[in-house]
């Protein structure tokens, strides 16, 4: 098989690379099958083969507006728009020294559907006082939709800026940690950046969290109060990237070998599957049930690794897999920590005609937060 065999090309491609089938298959061989998916896939666009059409969209766009969504820069503060007259505006952190970075993402920023996200998560930081500011048009894509389409040189661009813009924060605004609420940002900036070279000494004195992992330190400090009743019955869907694909990852510093490496373990507190469950039953009112497939064993809602984009239709379908199976708990919502798994598997409830509706974890504490 060549990658001038469309059947081939399209099966490379039309994997998630989820890692359920590394997390299912234990015999210890390295590189396991996403590490492979995804090198086919760098071989198929350095190649001049890959990625898929549509997908191609995803990677021009970030080369020309710093994000998969064809999105002008002007539009990525739309999601501040109901804080604008508030008492506290959110900090331009471009101008305004902060200890913290809520670094927000493209889905986010960019898809209407998922804004709640960001925007519970400032209403949260507001009502708790956290010191945060935001990049607002000058924020770039974490670089995730180029390193899972294939993209190299795409994804470390938008990396090495990255890496310099954190590391001009810390340096001259006080930024000492990195909070987003997106799984997808989460794994590229706390995983992939490590494939730098530039990494250590650029990250040096920034700690980097998900939104879940800062609010549960919060909340084991007494300082989060959950005191508002949210009377929710709630199942929770594990986003691949805060899971499986933290289990192992890739290091080296070599810039002539960046896609090949040693297999590092990654702190077990990194894999973020015990903190939003401990958040979901500490609201009062909250009724909790869990699907079948959970934790590593988690269902992938079918939207990642280029898929959403590129088999739209596939990726649905799988999103509404996984909705049968939170409706099988008895529950009416399905919260996880995943802007793109809340767009993808809206889709999918959608398509199953089901009434279940998506929550990020940020909307329930904000609901359960008073102010």
Not at 289 to 296: K, N, V
Not at 350 to 367: C, F, K, P, Q
Request: hydrophobic residues 35%; negative net charge; charged residues 25%.
């Amino acid at each position: 098989m060549t990658f001038d065999d469309p059947e081939f090309l399209e099966a490379i491609y039309k994997c998630t690379v989820c890692a359920g089938c590394q997390n299912q298959c234990q015999i210890d061989f390295k590189p396991h099958i996403p590490e492979v998916i995804e090198a086919m896939r760098r071989e198929a666009v350095a190649s001049g083969k890959g990625p898929m059409p549509l997908q191609q969209n995803l990677v021009q766009s970030m080369k020309n507006y710093n994000n998969p969504y064809q999105g002008p820069r002007r539009l990525r503060t739309d999601w501040t728009r109901p804080f604008k007259k508030a008492k506290t505006p959110i900090k331009d952190i471009n101008t305004q020294p902060a200890e913290v970075l809520f670094y927000v993402g493209c889905t986010g920023a960019f898809n209407k559907a998922a804004m709640s996200v960001p925007q519970a998560t400032a209403r949260i930081f507001q009502k708790l006082g956290i010191d945060f500011g935001i990049l607002g048009e000058n924020e770039v894509c974490c670089g995730s939709t180029a390193m899972r389409v294939g993209d190299a040189n795409e994804f470390k661009r938008v990396a090495t800026s990255n890496l310099e813009t954190f590391q001009k924060l810390h340096k001259e605004k006080g930024v000492k940690t990195i909070v987003t609420s997106c799984a997808g940002c989460y794994r590229a900036i706390k995983k992939d950046y490590i494939l730098s070279s530039e990494y250590d000494e650029t990250m040096d004195g920034i700690q980097v969290v998900h939104t879940a992992q800062f609010l549960h330190q919060l909340y084991k400090e007494g300082k989060l109060p959950l005191t508002k009743e949210v009377p929710w019955k709630v199942t929770y869907h594990d986003p691949c990237h805060t899971g499986r694909h933290l289990n192992k990852f890739v290091v080296d510093h070599d810039g002539s070998t960046l896609w090949e490496g040693a297999y590092v373990d990654v702190d077990e507190s990194d894999c973020l599957y015990d903190i939003p469950r401990e958040l979901i039953q500490a609201v009062p009112g909250v009724q909790f049930q869990e699907m079948e497939r959970i934790r590593g064993n988690s269902f992938c809602c079918g939207g990642g690794g280029g898929v959403m984009t590129g088999f739209s239709d596939w990726s649905s379908k799988n999103a509404g897999l996984r909705i049968m199976e939170g409706l099988e708990t008895g529950m009416e919502k399905m919260v996880s920590i995943c802007p793109f798994c809340y767009f993808n598997l809206t889709e999918g409830s959608r398509r199953v005609g089901s009434n279940m509706t998506l929550h990020d974890l940020t909307e329930l504490i904000d609901a359960a937060l008073e102010g």
